[in-house]
């Protein structure tokens, strides 16, 4: 129920809305405040409506309403207006109006027709049977015509209900079919959903089959290439070994011919050398008991090999020296020995 405190006083005059705008009939929209036009003092106004109704103030509820419980004054709209709950009540609350105004209408041409037929009466406190008759006759046409009138409407109501019911099965059967339809298109889609999902989940495990495969294929070349590595390696050790082992083997002959050459070589200087001290013997240019000895202590003098110094490596034989005693192949001395020269 509205406050009385949102009322004004009469004489005062209404607030000035915020937007300087009041509708026709002197309420501004935005605002709580009444702006209801107050007469004049001493004035009193018998338009219905004008001026501050103090006792039965605009927008209040009626006193058979207040009398009422609240929960009956609130809207009964619990449900969705969109359900069939909800169009079943409105459609009870559309019949239970139309029989309240039928009710309405019988109960009004009832009191008319009481009244007329008072009326009739006290005009003509006599009436005669012909009158009489008319007159019912007159009523009961008019209560026929009336009657088709109400039979007419009904049955136009009941085709139009029942129109109303067909096409709300007809709406209802295509809700139906078109949720068959959105459900059907939903698994569909959930179904290639899923066969996508598994497609990939195959193809992701065939790509790590693939993956492992290659990585198995690439460990097993490894193995075959860290193999051959190792064979060629061994090979190579193995041909290294040899080649030192020749190399060796070389060297040992060849140490072997130059210590053949150079005792040959000694030997050969021996003999050149006997064969010259004789000669010198034989032209008495030496005793002959002092042949042998000086020529062992000379041969002994001449072939002392003092070695190689510390740290110095060892000497090899002079490719011009036949056995490094002072007497070059090329000198005058071997030329001497030669026995081709000899006198």
């Known amino acids: 129920m509205a406050s009385p405190a949102r009322y004004l006083d009469p004489h005062q005059p209404p607030r000035k809305p915020s937007n300087a705008k009041a509708d026709r009939h002197g309420l501004h929209r935005a605002s709580a405040v009444s702006c209801d036009l107050a007469p004049p003092k001493g004035v009193e106004l018998s338009v219905l409506g004008a001026g501050i109704h103090q006792d039965n103030p605009p927008f209040a509820e009626s006193p058979e309403k207040q009398e009422q419980p609240e929960h009956a004054r609130r809207p ?51 009436p005669n049977a012909q009158k009489k008759e008319a007159l019912h006759m007159a009523i009961q046409e008019r209560e026929r015509r009336e009657k088709e009138r109400l039979e007419k409407k009904q049955r136009e109501k009941e085709e139009q209900q029942k129109q109303m019911e067909e096409a709300a099965k007809r709406a209802e059967a295509e809700r139906k079919k078109r949720y068959k339809e959105i459900k059907a298109s939903a698994h569909e889609r959930e179904q290639r ?21 290659m ?8 193995i075959e290439v860290q193999a051959e590595h190792k064979k060629k390696e061994h090979e190579r050790h193995l041909h290294e070994e040899m080649r030192k082992q020749n190399a060796m083997k070389r060297k040992e002959e060849r140490m072997q011919k130059e210590l053949q050459e150079k005792a040959r070589l000694e030997e050969q200087h021996k003999k050149k050398r006997n064969k010259y001290m004789k000669c010198i013997a034989t032209m008495g240019l030496i005793p002959a008991h002092q042949e042998a000895a000086p020529a062992q202590a000379w041969d002994s003098e ?14 090899q034989p002079d490719p011009d020296h036949g056995n490094d005693d002072g007497f070059p192949r090329s000198s005058s001395w071997g030329n001497a020995l030669d026995a081709n020269h000899l006198p």
């Open 76 to 126: 009964s709209k619990l449900v969705p207006q969109n359900s069939r709950q909800a169009a079943a009540a409105r459609e009870l609350r559309i019949r239970e109006r139309m029989e309240a105004k039928k009710r309405e209408r019988e109960e009004a041409l009832a009191k008319a027709k009481e009244e007329y037929l008072q009326r009739l009466e006290d005009k003509d406190h006599q």
């Open 193 to 213: 959903a899923l066969e996508r999902k598994e497609k990939k989940k195959l193809q992701k495990e065939l790509a790590l089959k693939t993956e492992q495969e």
């Open 215 to 222: 990585q198995e294929q690439e460990k097993k070349r490894l």
């Open 302 to 315: 001449q072939h002392a090999d003092p070695g190689p110094a510390p740290g110095e490596a060892p000497r």
